[in-house]
């Protein structure tokens, strides 16, 4: 085969098309309803998801529960990673969360913690000095947020059960 | 004097060769800092308040990447384009007026970048971080490239259009719409709802790197290879074969919530991309073959020939992480932070650390400051990198070996990291050194009087 123009622009449009169809058109089609833990935000709960992206913790933190780890714990006690994540999950969210690195540990259902994932004191404390309640964490002290925005932070943590 | 614009042919390239490496500088800082902040974070806490939210690793991490890939990377790859285009064509650059345009326009979206990212302006999406203006001026950009690329082509007075030239064209025709895709142009939010936002997300992520750093940078190596090594290039239909990208995107997520048939053909894609990297492979190879002694004398060739070795570990690594089995150990671990360096750093830098040297001695007909700030470029760079990657991919396996326990507490496997957090500091810090010697021996040459040899921005050919 002689390359020439008509080979490299058909060829490089149609595999692109073709890729967009296939991998983003095709799979958009699925009309997965929301699950169960998935509820629209209240103002307060966007107002701190905005300041989730605006802070970046999506670069340590995943919410994303694999399937060969679900319900298998690593982070506190057995079984505390919770359910596999399903589409349905994310139906309110944009955009979502789901994260390449776990610097920090998964939070997908993360308020479904007893006594420190479900304990709003606890995430307030936690942000302002991680070390004083998780020694030997390697996660920033969130100190320059202000109390409002520390309060709406905590109410967007407190929604992923 | 300075100009805005110079119609002197190579002069644009020139600049972007600058630039490149003044911004290199950027993300080699910022790197350090988020380094430090993992191995003592004490250091974090410790700042001032005043500064504290511009420093926050969340903020800076995003800034990080993006002036690495599109401040000097991409860059160098506007230099070597706009360099080699006349150069293998026979024919002046279609338009020097619009190459200054371009330098610009895509100095103003980097450092639009660095200003906002620190702030909290983000878009929140891997790669996609910048906000709407800038993507646009993305857009924009490398559409004035392609008129630049076409143009040229279009009046060419050689007839025969070399391999690279096709990679450069596939690039920028491609590259306009896996980012206005992926960054959802058309919407200031640039996200999508649900599900899909992930999933186009790294239908994009996987595609620029596709479709811009290897397609593009793929041409840059085999304009190299034949210029540094005194051959021919051992086949030209096998460069061809890296013409074509594959739609792997989905392989960045397995056992995601995503469809499993999205899953198994991306697993499928990624282990037929095995096919181009080979052709690649074999080509480099073959047309190094008893040419491995000039190497050891020619630091760019070094580079050049290093940065294939590394490419080629890239590839191997990319096609593994695409079998479940694996990425389910090594994914989400500090694994993937060596095999991104290992891609961006050690194989398209360091072609790109040749390409530069090359252009600079040839835009200016001064060759590179000192010989041994070269050698120490070289050796500092490639040991601190090992160092950096091999401590990540330690790290990495640790830790998802660690996580499969189910049963070690999540704090105690980060605390595990401490000493590979501190090994890649040192890696890095040799590293950046490293840099500091290639920006200084840059600086020099630019800033260098007299001519060594005449300059050859003629257009005479390759």
Request: net charge positive; charged share 10%; aromatic share 14%.
């Amino acid at each position: 085969m002689k390359p020439n123009l008509v080979y490299l622009i058909g060829g490089s449009l149609i595999s692109l098309l073709l890729g967009i169809i296939v991998t983003i058109i095709i799979p958009a089609q699925d009309p997965a309803g929301p699950s169960a833990s998935a509820q629209p935000y209240s103002e307060e709960e966007s107002r701190g998801r905005d300041i989730y992206l605006r802070e970046g913790c999506h670069y340590c933190h995943t919410q994303q529960v694999r399937e060969p780890e679900a319900g298998r714990g690593m982070v506190h006690q057995r079984g505390d990673i919770g359910p596999e994540s399903v589409p349905g999950d994310f139906y309110h969210q944009s955009p979502v969360f789901w994260g390449t690195l776990r610097q920090g540990m998964d939070l997908a259902h993360v308020a479904s913690r007893p006594g420190i994932g479900d304990n709003a004191g606890w995430h307030e404390l936690h942000f302002r000095n991680p070390r004083a309640v998780s020694p030997g964490t390697v996660m920033p002290s969130y100190d320059y947020l202000s109390a409002d925005e520390i309060q709406s932070l905590t109410a967007y943590i407190l929604t992923l059960r | 004097m300075f100009r805005l614009v110079s119609l002197e042919p190579g002069s644009a390239s020139l600049r972007f060769c600058y630039a490149a490496v003044f911004w290199l500088i950027v993300p080699g800082v910022l790197g350090l800092i988020l380094a430090t902040f993992l191995y003592l974070p004490a250091v974090a806490d410790s700042l001032p308040l005043a500064v504290k939210p511009y420093l926050s690793f969340g903020r800076l991490r995003p800034a990080h990447v993006n002036v690495a890939i599109f401040g000097w990377l991409s860059q160098v790859y506007f230099a070597a384009i706009l360099f080699i285009l006349p150069r293998l064509t026979r024919t002046p650059l279609y338009s020097e007026r619009v190459a200054h345009a371009n330098w610009w326009l895509w100095n103003l979206m980097v450092a639009g970048s660095l200003v906002s990212l620190p702030m909290g302006l983000t878009q929140g999406r891997e790669y996609a971080e910048m906000i709407w203006p800038l993507d646009l001026l993305f857009v924009l950009n490398i559409v004035l490239l392609a008129v630049n690329i076409w143009g040229t082509v279009a009046r060419r007075r050689e007839p025969k259009i070399y391999v690279s030239i096709w990679n450069f064209m596939a690039a920028t025709m491609v590259t306009v719409p896996i980012y206005a895709v992926g960054n959802k142009i058309w919407d200031p939010s640039g996200a999508y709802l649900g599900m899909n936002d992930n999933i186009v997300n790294y239908f994009y992520v996987h595609n620029l790197f596709n479709a811009w750093f290897t397609t593009a940078g793929v041409g840059l190596a085999l304009y190299l290879l034949p210029k540094l090594s005194g051959k021919a290039l051992y086949s030209h239909r096998l460069g061809l074969w890296g013409l074509w990208s594959v739609w792997t995107g989905q392989h960045h997520q397995l056992y995601s919530p995503a469809p499993d048939w999205l899953e198994y053909l991306t697993i499928v894609f990624s282990i037929l991309a095995a096919v181009p990297t080979t052709a690649f492979m074999v080509n480099f190879f073959m047309t190094m073959r008893s040419r491995w002694h000039l190497a050891a004398e020619d630091v760019a060739l070094r580079f050049l020939v290093t940065g294939a070795i590394f490419w080629g570990l890239t590839c191997v690594q990319g096609v593994s992480h695409s079998f479940r089995t694996f990425s389910m150990v090594v994914h989400f671990t500090n694994w993937v932070v060596g095999h991104s360096h290992l891609a961006f750093v050690a194989s398209y830098s360091f072609w790109a650390f040749a390409l530069t040297y090359l252009m600079v001695r040839e835009l200016t007909g001064r060759a590179a400051y000192s010989r041994r700030l070269m050698e120490w470029h070289y050796w500092l760079t490639t040991l601190g990198m090992l160092i950096f990657m091999i401590s990540m991919w330690v790290a990495g396996l640790i830790q998802g070996q660690n996580w499969s326990t189910y049963s070690i507490p999540f704090l105690q496997t980060v605390i595990t990291m401490k000493p590979y957090f501190g090994a890649r500091l040192l890696g890095g810090a040799m590293a950046g050194i490293g840099i500091l010697c290639f920006a200084e021996n840059v600086r020099r040459a630019a800033r260098g009087r007299q001519p060594v040899t005449a300059p050859t921005h003629a257009w005479s050919g390759q």
